[in-house]
């Protein structure tokens, strides 16, 4: 359900915009570096539309191999850097994007054949750091505004396997922004990292001078579409990379349970492999092991997958329906576990 | 609603707070949840968010990013943050800054935990409620108030009732108060865990499984610490009475194994001292010193309880009666219907240190591991006070956080 961004897009679509040559939009540098909190997302100019499908010069879309899940929602990615600004590789991890760059995400649901947009998250990368601040679209479409305190939306969707759900979408409030983004206390993005990139994407920024160097990758996450192709453990293991490891990690906002989930993680306990819990609490599911090997009925990080009740659900935001797909990626890994 | 306080009191507590301080006061109603959250995101440091008297009712959790904010209800009755009907979040209320004072409301029926903290240094709870309204219970959330992870905490004056893991619950934390406070009908009263440098003081402790734990687990990064385990934990003048709730935690935590009626429990830890506190009508055990009974794989941990004292100023009256262990009941009959106010699992080297008068009983278990069916129960020897190492040094936490707690 991943909307595609065409590779071949990212060193035209700043200058042509549906095969006609357009005045093209320019992004307000000072709405991203100046202190405050912009009330709409229209005053950044990071698109040429109200609509926000059209990315305004320097505005790249992009996508990732294995991405979080939210909720089904579809999601819009950009990035943007900067005129005269380059990024820098940092082996197969985060890319480090220089101040006055941003982070833009949009999610989304099909409506009559239509992509209706719930919300925008914007990262922007100031001189004193970067900040996360969350936009809720209008019904009519046409503006996204400042919801520092986060929001509710009902939301009816039809998932993948053509069942209809109904959940109530949550916004994140700014602090959540963090509790995701944070890294030692301090709001750090999640991605994007190298590892879990296309090359030729990075190989185009790279010719576009927007980064330094092809990252170099051992490993890359396997493409998630195409993970039946994939060995199941590197299916899952990306997958917990990027939906899970963002807090748990030494870093992270999970770090208190000692549970490590991050790709490059090679400890079989701290990746809960015959690990018991610290603090799950009820989350437990009356289940003695975090991944009992062999035996992903009675592995606590699938019960925890598979519950909504807050206080067991996995992760603890953004996510108010069960990812099917996901679950049965990291059951079939522990399934095969001796 | 921004009223401008001009005090110059306020400025005085922290040292940290400009010389003008706001108070942003919330009421409840309609949009509680993004007037107050909006509130708690917008403050500065120095400011107080001001709660009104009466019911906010909410959906999601709530969470304070912002060094040296006050959060000030009109009472622990009077404020309630209800989350009885909460969506999502694994608290009610999330605290991950600095200097931060949480004083006079209440948290009622959280989902997950009712407060938490993760690496807020120098944190007050002052006369807090949290509260499951509907009893003791599986379904209810896990900790009551939950700091962790941090340098400096104070616990003082709060109410816990309901907490399906520990009312009170310090984890990989150090320089750490609970005192004046309630814990009752929590799995476990207060938990002090894989944390060092904490008093447990003059707390009522009752009606839980069990009443005050000191426990450490293996394979925790204990940041805080340095890597290290927990000890130096004194629990005194508390008074820990009839804790006979049966244990409703979900197995799968280390607390679902703790049985009902123990008094206090220490469990893997060094340096604990038991003194001057009422223990009475815990059918298990008064004072219960064990090892970590499960395998583990962390070649850093120690299992075994070490240096743990139990001082003949404690009270024990009517423990013991109704051990809740196979072959508890045959145990307590052979000693006339009770067994000893203390009773040790009978592992670990210099692991206990018990007062001349303090009768004590060994269950001589074999390793580490061993289950407590295999026990060969035996009257600890008499152990002198004078063996004890030194004694601890006391818990002090800075003036400016003892000023917090007592406006």
């Known amino acids: ?338 | 609603m921004k009223k401008i306080m001009f005090g110059a009191a306020l400025a005085a507590i922290s040292l940290s707070s400009p010389a003008l301080a706001d108070t942003i006061s919330v009421a409840p109603g309609e949009g509680a949840q993004e007037r107050l959250q909006e509130a708690l995101i917008v403050a500065q440091p120095g400011d107080t968010v001001e709660l009104g008297a009466g019911r906010f009712v909410l959906t999601d959790g709530l969470s304070l990013d912002v060094d040296g904010v006050t959060v000030r209800g009109a009472g622990q009755d009077a404020s309630v943050l209800d989350f009885t009907g909460q969506l999502a979040a694994g608290e009610g209320l999330l605290v991950t800054s600095d200097n931060v004072t949480l004083r006079d409301f209440a948290v009622e029926n959280s989902k997950g935990d009712g407060i938490k903290s993760k690496g807020a240094d120098n944190i007050v709870y002052a006369r807090l409620r949290v509260e499951w309204t509907g009893g003791p219970k599986e379904t209810n959330g896990s900790y009551g108030v939950y700091p962790v992870e941090s340098v400096g905490v104070l616990i003082d004056g709060v109410i816990v009732k309901g907490a399906s893991d520990a009312g009170i619950y310090v984890g990989q934390s150090k320089q750490i108060i609970v005192r004046n406070s309630v814990a009752m009908y929590n799995v476990a009263g207060i938990e002090i865990e894989n944390s060092r440098d904490a008093r447990v003081t003059g707390n009522y402790v009752s009606r839980n499984t069990g009443g005050i734990l000191v426990f450490d687990l293996p394979n925790l990064p204990n940041l805080v610490n340095a890597g290290n385990f927990g000890g130096n934990v004194r629990v005194d003048h508390n008074l820990i009475i009839a804790n006979d709730t049966p244990n409703f935690a979900p197995k799968g935590n280390i607390v679902a194994s703790v049985r009902k009626g123990t008094g206090v429990m220490v469990m893997a830890n060094e340096n604990v001292e038991v003194a001057d506190n009422v223990i009475a009508d815990n059918g298990t055990a008064g004072v219960l010193v064990v090892a970590y009974p499960l395998s583990f794989g962390d070649a850093k941990y120690n299992p075994y309880p070490r240096n743990v004292l139990i001082d003949d100023s404690n009270s024990f009256v009517r423990n013991g009666r109704d051990p809740q262990y196979e072959g508890g009941a045959q145990m307590a009959a052979a000693f006339g219907g009770a067994l000893p106010p203390v009773i040790w699992d009978g592992l670990g080297k210099n692991a206990l240190v018990v007062a001349n008068g303090i009768a004590a009983l060994s269950l001589g278990l074999a390793a580490q591991g061993t289950d407590v069916s295999q026990a060969h129960p035996a009257p600890a020897a008499g152990v002198g006070k004078d063996l004890r190492l030194a004694p601890l040094a006391p818990v002090t936490l800075p003036d400016a956080i003892e000023i917090r707690a007592q406006q």
């Not at chain 1, 071949?8 to 679509?13: F, M, Q, R, T």
């Not at chain 1, 995701?180 to 190989?203: E, Q, S, Y």
């Open chain 1, 1 to 338: 359900m991943i909307r595609g961004v065409s590779l071949a897009a990212i060193g035209i679509a700043t200058t042509l915009v549906l095969g006609a040559t357009v005045p093209v939009a320019k992004v307000d540098d000072a709405a991203i570096t100046a202190a405050g909190f912009p009330a709409q997302l229209s005053d950044y100019r990071f698109f040429g539309d109200a609509k926000a499908r059209d990315p305004a010069e320097g505005v790249i879309p992009y996508r990732l191999n294995t991405p979080l899940f939210s909720d089904y929602a579809e999601k819009l990615r950009y990035l943007y850097i900067p005129d005269g600004r380059q990024a820098k590789a940092n082996g197969e991890g985060l890319i480090a994007l220089p101040v006055g760059s941003a982070i833009i995400k949009s999610f989304g649901y099909e409506h009559d054949g239509n992509l209706r947009l719930i919300e925008t998250r914007v990262l922007l990368h100031r001189a004193d750091g970067w900040l996360a601040l969350p936009y809720v679209w209008n019904d009519a479409q046409d503006a996204a505004m400042l919801k520092l305190g986060g929001s509710r939306v009902p939301v009816t969707f039809i998932d993948p396997s053509g069942a209809t759900r109904s959940i109530s979408y949550a916004v994140p409030n700014k602090n959540q922004c963090k509790e995701c983004h944070a890294v030692n206390g301090v709001v750090t993005p999640i991605g994007p990292k190298a590892r879990n990139m296309d090359a030729a994407f990075l190989a185009q920024l790279v010719a576009a001078g927007k980064l330094d160097a092809e990252p170099k990758v051992a490993q890359r996450l396997p493409v998630w579409e195409d993970r039946a192709n994939a060995p199941v453990e590197a299916v899952a293991r990306a997958y917990l990379d990027a939906n899970c490891a963002h807090c748990h990690r030494a870093e992270g906002s999970a770090s208190n349970s000692g549970l490590s989930l991050g790709w490059e993680v090679a400890d079989s306990v701290a990746l809960g492999i015959g690990k018991r819990p610290t603090a799950a609490g009820r989350g437990s599911g009356d289940l003695d092991f975090d991944v009992a090997p062999g035996d992903p009925a009675h592995s606590i990080l699938v019960h925890r997958m598979k519950r909504l009740e807050p206080g067991v659900a996995m992760p603890e935001l953004g996510r108010a329906t069960v990812h099917d797909e996901g679950v049965a990626a990291v059951a079939a890994w522990i399934a095969r576990m001796r």
